[in-house]
């Protein structure tokens, strides 16, 4: 099990930029973990944004994201992150990160397939 700690969310205009950070900590030492950003705004379901697989050989972007949101992770400090770029008030939302044991190149997407999530921070994007 690994705990997670997102950070970095806030309030800014239509336009802006944030980087959205994700500390792990726990089993970080004899595991490896493929990771993911999801976002739920009120009302609506948990969705996916964007993933990163173990090695951090392989991205996947939901398509309002691509060109505008970079995932990258620094194993050598488990922080996972998210630049969030050109932001739309369409991307507010609180955004969570996910992880999931895994030694290979797969970006997992489905919610249901991570035991482990962060407690969330929320993006505000005003128009």
């Known amino acids: 099990q690994v705990q997670l700690v997102e950070s970095g969310g806030g309030l800014v205009p239509a336009g802006g930029s944030l980087r959205l950070s994700c500390a792990a900590s726990?089993?970080?030492?004899?595991?490896?973990?493929?990771m993911t950003w999801f976002r739920q705004a009120p009302g609506k379901e948990r969705e996916f944004v964007a993933g990163?697989?173990?090695?951090?050989?392989?991205?996947l972007y939901e398509d309002s994201t691509k060109g505008r949101f970079i995932i990258s992770r620094d194993n050598a400090r488990n922080t996972l992150y998210l630049e969030m770029n050109n932001l739309k008030p369409e991307d507010t939302a609180v955004y969570y990160c996910?992880?999931?044991?895994?030694?290979?190149?797969?970006?997992?997407?489905?919610?249901?397939?991570?035991?482990?999530w962060g407690q969330g921070t929320q993006v505000t994007v005003s128009s």
């Open positions: 726990g089993r970080t030492t004899d595991r490896t973990y493929a």
């Open positions: 996910a992880a999931k044991v895994s030694w290979s190149s797969v970006v997992f997407t489905t919610k249901e397939f991570f035991p482990d």
């Open positions: 990163i697989s173990a090695i951090g050989d392989n991205t």
